[in-house]
């Protein structure tokens, strides 16, 4: 089994060191099984610079700015049976190479495995919020998956899928900006395998999307989108604004 990190990255420099040293750390008893794919995407700060310091990475340039770009520049770029889609601003939870291993040696047909993130910058409060959250997100999960069988769900930036399945589908749409990439996928692959979104699959992340724009916002703007995704294959919401931090300012 080789796995294939895929880190999309537009000027993040203030994120992606932290994030491939997470990386590193967890694949480096056996590198030959790993490879480390940072795909730099149309970045003008020192994005680039910070990640090609590390020996194992490889950097692609994708110079067409878009989330769905750069995983597709850096599926393409890829050589894995599985293909580990993490954000530059997330970092992977003690076992989390682990327990994907354990998933798919247990299920080599399935299509892809997920899990919810940690925001690991929320007050008390707001994490209470984001659990109801994900409570309310995982139930409508299984209603869509064991009863309605619509699709499935994906965490975008904690997933990891399948060469095979994602191949058979086409790749990533490119025509999606940002909202509802990651419920796109769950819906087409899951007709190549199952889909498991599992509470075992955690990731650590940063929260400035949901600071900036405020948790009940953006869970609105999220759920929505699922559901339009879902049931009319394209999201609700086509704009998005870019939320990043300088790295002197950390």
Known sequence: MRISFVVPAYNEEAYVGRCLEAIVAQTE??????EIIVVNNASTDRTREIASAFPRVLVVDEPRKGLTYARQAGFDASTGDYI??????????PGW?????????AQPRLAAISGPVIYYDLTPRQRVLVRVYYFIAWSTYAINRYIL?????????????????????????TSIAFYGEDTDIARRISKEGPVV???KL??????????????????????INYFWTTFFKRPYTQEYIDIREAEETR
């Open 29 to 34: 008893s056996a590198p030959q099984n790993f």
């Open 84 to 93: 580990a889609n993490v954000d530059a601003d997330s970092v992977l939870t």
């Open 97 to 105: 190479v682990d327990e994907v291993i354990r998933t798919f040696s």
């Open 149 to 173: 069988r619509v699709g499935s769900m994906v965490q975008g930036g904690n997933f990891v899928v399948s060469r095979r399945a994602l191949l058979a589908i086409g790749g990533f749409d």
């Open 197 to 199: 979104f599992t509470l």
């Open 202 to 223: 955690k990731m650590f992340t940063s929260a400035r999307r949901l600071n900036k724009e405020g948790i009940l916002r953006m869970a609105f703007r999220y759920s």
